[in-house]
């Protein structure tokens, strides 16, 4: 059976910084591609960052630019992302997904398995 468990949300006021975990279990990690989704109240969720199997190739969207970071450690079946400099509009639940076959793309619909997701929430 499939998990993906997500972690490390809380409360932070806006500048502060947050270090989200996701650890898999009952998949081969290292050849999923993975992404960092979020969902905000009455949003469609949205990507926010991918990185492919060998974490030698990374991508994000726009408004998290020279702020959040993402990472993978094979070896110990999780992924990190690390957010720098929040701001209210980072407020949401986060979800990690895992993708077969390596890659990590922009739709959550090609994702093949999800986390139940961890709140940030980013006070002013």
């Known amino acids: 059976q499939v998990q993906l468990v997500e972690s490390g949300g809380g409360v932070v006021q806006a500048g502060g910084s947050l270090r989200l975990s996701c650890t898999a279990s009952?998949?081969?990690?290292?050849?999923?591609?993975m992404g960092w989704f979020r969902q905000a109240p009455g949003k469609e969720r949205e990507f926010v960052a991918g990185?492919?199997?060998?974490?030698?190739?990374?991508d994000y969207t726009d408004s998290v630019k020279g702020r959040f970071t993402i990472s993978r450690d094979n070896a110990k079946n999780t992924l990190y992302l690390q957010m720098n400099s929040l701001k209210p509009e980072d407020t949401a639940v986060y979800y990690c997904?895992?993708?077969?076959?390596?890659?990590?793309?922009?739709?959550?619909?090609?994702?093949?398995?999800w986390g139940q997701g961890t709140q940030v929430t980013v006070s002013s």
């Open positions: 009952g998949l081969t990690f290292s050849r999923y591609g």
């Open positions: 997904g895992a993708k077969r076959f390596g890659i990590a793309p922009m739709s959550p619909g090609e994702y093949d398995y």
């Open positions: 990185i492919n199997w060998t974490g030698g190739s990374t």
